[in-house]
Nanobody, 120 residues
Framework: QVQLVESGGGLVQAGGSLRPSCAASGSIFSINRINRMDWYRQAPGKQRDLVASITTSGGTTSYADSVKERFTISRDSAKNTVYLQMNSLKPEDTAVYFC??????????WGQGTQVTVSS
């Protein structure tokens, strides 16, 4: 019912910035019922970890300790899009970044991921 498409990843030098986005499309009914959207990341050989989250009601955000003060999650309700502003990037931030959404009915959706590579 909902498709999530990430974009905006790429290659950047350490200390640089990227702003990947996650656009939701599909059922308007389902999109309107999304109550939380997250960014996860998975580096080669490692587990998929939660990076940041935002609630659609109230816009409450939370972050993994490793990205606090560097990453900012935001949303544009009119565009059904969530962004992840990543500043002061480090090589250890290199990973595939996945968008995740959950509805009030606890339905969940995953994007296909966008590659972020940070060189030293």
């Amino acid at each position: 019912q909902v498709q999530l498409v990430e974009s905006g990843g790429g290659l950047v030098q350490a200390g640089g910035s990227l702003r990947p986005s996650c656009a939701a499309s599909g059922s308007i009914f389902s999109i309107n019922r999304i109550n939380r959207m997250d960014w996860y990341r998975q580096a080669p050989g490692k587990q998929r970890d939660l990076v940041a989250s935002i609630t659609t009601s109230g816009g409450t955000t939370s972050y993994a300790d490793s990205v606090k003060e560097r990453f900012t999650i935001s949303r544009d309700s009119a565009k059904n899009t969530v962004y992840l502003q990543m500043n002061s990037l480090k090589p250890e931030d290199t990973a595939v970044y996945f968008c995740f959404a959950r509805t009030y009915a606890t339905n969940t959706y995953w994007g296909q991921g966008t590659q972020v590579t940070v060189s030293s």
